[in-house]
């Protein structure tokens, strides 16, 4: 059982994983580089936990202290207990779910090993907002999507904003990150998927008329908001396909859009 620590020192060490985090660009440097990631709130914390990755740390204001107690008699590592403006100092913002923690990353496993079980798989082109990140991993695991390949310029899920927007659901839904754009989606089809780009391009068919749920197995790609996928992804596509508007709508947000595909594309599957 981990004891609690009391710090009234901003510039204490032992805080180090929790500095500046809302300096985006230097997080997205260090987390990866000290294989750490800050998971933020109640729920999002315990659902790191079962879904096996190690605290390094926990920093809670004391009104947090009762709700987190089963978690903190789990824990082995240290919990710091620090007032409300002195996380805010060590933050740089207001930690209105009282809890972080400090989790350490595992790592990813290779492309292969995530295809070899998965029949519907996510494929992201160059998605690099993190909200967004989060808002598709959370429609994934919910509509049914077995798995995610991100570009390898894609966005961190596990930077805060992803995890938090996603509520846990990239601790739930396989994720791995091809090396090589787009030359690594030969070896998505290879495993036997079907390419099917979305776009709101009039080439493509509606997915009702594809219907890619009774498609044995379907790799759906997905661009950045604005840009949308690039002419090399869609060349190596299989199929184009879109989601039919109504009202002179041209497209939706890459993450409203997600949803609707992957529901498209998840019909009839038996959920567990």
């Keep these: ?27 997205r440097r260090r987390e990866p580089a ?33 709700v987190m107690r089963d978690v903190i008699d789990r824990a082995t590592a240290p919990v710091y207990v620090v007032d409300p403006a002195l996380a805010e100092q060590v933050t740089g913002y207001h930690v209105h779910r009282g ?30 907002d993190h909200t967004n990140i989060g808002a598709i991993f959370r429609s994934a695991a919910a509509l049914g999507m077995d798995a995610v390949l991100l570009s390898p310029d894609c966005a961190d899920p596990l930077y805060r904003r992803s995890v938090k927007v996603s509520m846990g659901a990239v601790f739930s839904v396989p ?8 030359k690594g989606l030969e070896a998505v089809r290879e495993a036997g998927f079907e390419l099917l780009a979305l ?26 908001e604005g840009p949308g996928l690039s002419d090399r992804a869609l060349a190596a596509a299989d199929q184009w396909v879109r989601i039919p508007m109504s ?25 567990e």
């Design 199 to 224: 776009t709101p391009g009039e080439k493509a068919r509606p997915l009702d008329e594809v219907a890619p749920h009774r498609m044995d197995r379907v790799a759906l790609m997905l661009g950045a």
């Design 175 to 182: 994720y791995a990150r091809l090396d090589t754009w787009p």
């Design 1 to 27: 059982m981990a004891g609690l620590i009391t710090v009234d020192d901003p510039a204490d060490p032992r805080l180090h994983d929790y500095t500046g985090l809302t300096d985006v660009e230097l997080r």
């Design 34 to 66: 000290e294989g750490l990631f800050i998971a933020e709130g109640e729920k999002v914390i315990r659902r790191a936990g079962e879904a096996g990755y190690a605290m390094r740390s926990m920093l809670l204001s004391a009104k947090w202290v009762d």
């Design 99 to 128: 809890a972080l923690a400090s989790m350490q990353r595992t790592p990813l496993p290779a492309p292969a090993d995530v295809l070899r079980t998965a029949r519907r798989v996510v494929v992201m082109e160059s998605v690099n």
């Design 247 to 271: 009202h002179g709508v041209d497209s939706l947000n890459v993450g409203a859009a997600a949803a609707v595909a992957f529901y498209a594309v998840a019909t009839g599957r038996p959920r």
